[in-house]
């Protein structure tokens, strides 16, 4: 091993060894991941929550007033480049840099970003905003949900039930940032409400780096560090992908029309790669193979329920404008509350549920299992809002969307925290946080799936869609239960 695949591999040991001490039952260093986390969760969904607008409002509302057309293909980019991004991020922190030194570098970056949203005006400040918050988020992203998972060893019930309260961290922070930027940007613009962003990254990263050397040595630690003759193919690698999509662009083979196709074909392509590259490597055990091959339904299984669930940023808001009365007793409900009930309703049930797999220990469902309640229960969410066929035209009451969308949040529960488990605890010992980025490409892929699918609501009648979304849901479902003792035999998955 030359000197620097020595220093790379050792990279920023911490100095203080993993901590024994617990609090409510779980290491207290993922209270100190749960609340970087929240924060960043905050800023990244209270940007997310203004963006558009901020597209589209005329020039004098503080806007960029960009065409739909123009405006939708840039947010739709900006998603998709977060979730590819972390596929960078998870390989470098498996080849260069240690998962424990990426997540500062990511919180910095991404305040960056958000700093530059605020005080710049104009396309151009917004170029660099955005840029920045998609390299920085990839570095983030993946590799503080891989620390989470060093935090528990093999201990199989505590590790569910604290990706449990990680995930309620994620909830909270993605229903608290959009209501505080939407009511700053009400108030005072849309650079207050990037500048209120940029303040919970700053809340990250304090919070981050003040305990960041409690956490486990393993983090401070690259696992499968590259050779330094192999890095210029590396970045040749980096540089012909950038090209080739550039190439593309100036071609005019991708554009503003096919631009959530295209992102769904490279997150395919991408997933693909990744499987054979773990499934092939040489450092990969007979064991982890095995387990890998069982983690490829449940992989699917993730991606299809996602794309069920974020039917509620797509099709969902569609019928609130065109079929729901939003006029309750003399006063008219924001429409984007109907949706903001869903990660409110998991931050709610959350702590329950945590309390529930810890008791249950090794007698809870294993993971496939509760993949499958999670889909049969966003199925039931969308077979209710079948009840608006009784409802003519704009009246369908607000409270029916309310209870669709908290029982489509609450079954988040059953498969987000989930399978972050279980992407920390079969990922190969090599391909740790590249595990996790996999997983990761689920959303990427849910978030394309809710655009076709919402694509398919505008040609058919409200009631055919939610059977034919609710009653799928369901039958997957069901077809994973059935098939749940073949996945645990494969990933141990109890």
Known sequence: MTEIDKSVATEDRPTVERKRSESLGQPKGLWNLAFTELWERFSFYGLQGVLSFYLLYSLSDGGLELAPATAVSIVGAYGGSVYLSQILGAWIADRLIAPRRMVLYGAVIITAGHLALAVLDGLGGLAVGLALIVLGTGALKTNITSIVGMLYANNRAARDAGFSYFYMAINTGSAVGPLLTGFTQSRWGFHAAFGLAAIGMVGALI?????????????????????????????????????????????????NTNLSQFVGVVILVAAIIYFTVILRSRNVTPAEKRRMRGFIPLWIASLLYFGFLFQKFTTISV?????????VGGRQVPAPWLTTISPVSAVLLTPLVAMLWTKLGTRQP?????????????????LLLLLSQFFPDKTVPPLLVLVSMAIA???????????????????????????????FLTLAGGSTLSGLLGGLFTTISPGTFFLLVGSGAVLLGAVLLAVSRNIEALTDSR
Do not use: H
């Open 409 to 439: 949040g609450s079954s988040e529960i059953f498969v987000g925290p989930v399978g972050l488990a279980l992407a920390t605890r079969i990922a190969p010992d090599r391909f740790k946080a590249q595990s996790v980025a996999l997983l």
């Open 366 to 382: 294993t993971t496939s299992a509760k993949f499958a309640i999670g889909l049969t229960m966003v199925g039931c969410a969308y």
């Open 207 to 255: 919070q981050y780096s003040w305990k960041m050397r409690d956490l486990p040595a393993e983090a401070g630690v690259v696992k499968n560090p590259i050779a330094r003759t192999r890095l210029p193919y590396a970045f040749a690698a980096v540089a012909a992908v950038t090209a080739f999509v550039v190439a593309l662009w100036q071609l005019g083979l991708v554009d």
């Open 319 to 327: 019928f609130i404008k065109d079929r729901v009365d939003l006029d």
